[in-house]
């Protein structure tokens, strides 16, 4: 019994030797048929496998080494890519040879003056006929042809049709600011209409969904939902991110204008008055010192804010480059009375990495 496990065992190893050889061959000869190797004859390129054999004739202009299953070729100055058998992945008829792909999987190209995208297997997505085409953004490319924009998305079916002068999307955002001879209005990702084409100029502001916008000689601002209000002074319009609706922000803006007609403490006195408690602009470049009219618990006042700025090595600045120190101090006056109604210090350090 001991003699037949021994050679069973014997066997056993012989068996495994045998194994790994013929593993070891394959995975050899496999290498040597994935392998490719650029080659050059007569001027032209082609590749070679690992065991030096030609596998695609030298018939290119230009090629890359292949990367991922795939290589760059030039032929007659058109770029296209092929994969390791020498099968056209991308058509050899672009003009660049960069084929990258973004997040969407998607590919700009051209020829000769015209633009459009395929994907990472030579589908057409936006056929190379447009002036313009501008790199995908959340799904959707932008395209220019005649002076229009529209937005196709992955697909390449229209989202945004190309009828507009000009389209601006707003990163960060679901919003896209359109214009059309000269007006500007508010589209969704979806090619929503927000606001009518209607606005002198709009612009962004620090609350995502509301817009400053201009027209007819007046300031105000308009939402995605098409609200809008306006006055006559952009002065007397306050930060609409203080305010829980556009609702609100409407009522303080009518507020405000009624705090200017009836003002008694002028800007003047108003900066005269904070300057006794500190709130002045000294003569120093680093200095700021704005002046507005706003609202306090609904009184009319006010707002005077000081920003300073200066350089410190303190705490954890000292392991970058200093910080940059800004000190903000803010005095709210009464429009009628003159009264300090409130004030607010706060200081704030930006570490300085460059």
């Known amino acids: 019994m001991q003699e037949y496990l021994k050679n069973l065992g014997i066997e056993l190893k012989i068996a495994g030797l045998f194994f790994f050889i013929v593993a070891g061959l394959c995975a050899m000869l496999s290498a040597q048929v994935s392998e490719r190797n650029l080659y050059k004859e007569r001027g032209r390129w082609g590749y070679l496998n690992g065991a030096e054999q030609i596998v695609i004739p030298a018939r290119f202009h230009s090629a890359t080494s292949f990367s991922l299953g795939r290589a760059t070729v030039e032929y007659k100055g058109k770029w296209g890519q092929i994969d390791t058998n020498g099968h056209r992945i991308i058509p050899i008829r672009y003009d660049d040879p960069y084929f990258i792909p973004d997040e969407n999987g998607i590919i700009l190209v051209s020829r000769g003056r015209k633009k459009g995208a395929i994907d990472t297997t030579g589908r057409i997505i936006i056929p190379v006929k447009y002036d313009q085409v501008f790199p995908y953004w959340r799904g959707m490319g932008r395209v220019k042809r005649a002076g229009k924009m529209g937005y196709l998305d992955t697909s390449g079916k229209w989202v945004i049709p190309l009828i507009f ?70 002065e007397l319009l306050p930060d609409p991110g203080r305010f829980k609706d556009f609702e609100v922000l409407s009522e303080a803006v009518h507020s405000l204008e009624k705090c200017n007609d009836a003002k008694i403490i002028q800007q003047e006195r108003a900066i005269e008055i904070a300057g006794n408690v500190g709130i002045r602009a000294e003569i120093k470049k680093n200095d700021h010192l704005e002046c507005q009219l706003d609202l306090w618990d609904n009184m009319c006042c006010w707002r005077l804010c000081l920003i300073s700025t200066s350089t410190t090595r303190e705490g954890e600045c000292r392991f970058t480059n200093g910080c940059t120190a800004v000190l903000t101090r803010t005095i709210w006056i009464s429009s009628d009375s003159g009264e300090i109604l409130h004030s607010d210090t706060q200081r704030r350090l930006y570490p300085n990495y460059e």
């Open 165 to 234: 002068d000009s389209l601006t999307p707003v990163y960060g955002e679901n919003t896209i600011l359109a214009e059309n001879a000269g007006k500007w209005g508010i589209l969704g990702m979806n090619g929503q209409q927000f606001t009518d084409i209607k606005f002198d100029s709009l612009e962004r502001t620090p609350s995502s969904s509301v817009f400053l916008a201009f027209s007819q000689g007046k300031t105000g601002y308009v939402d995605t939902l098409g609200n809008e209000v306006f006055t006559y002074k952009k």
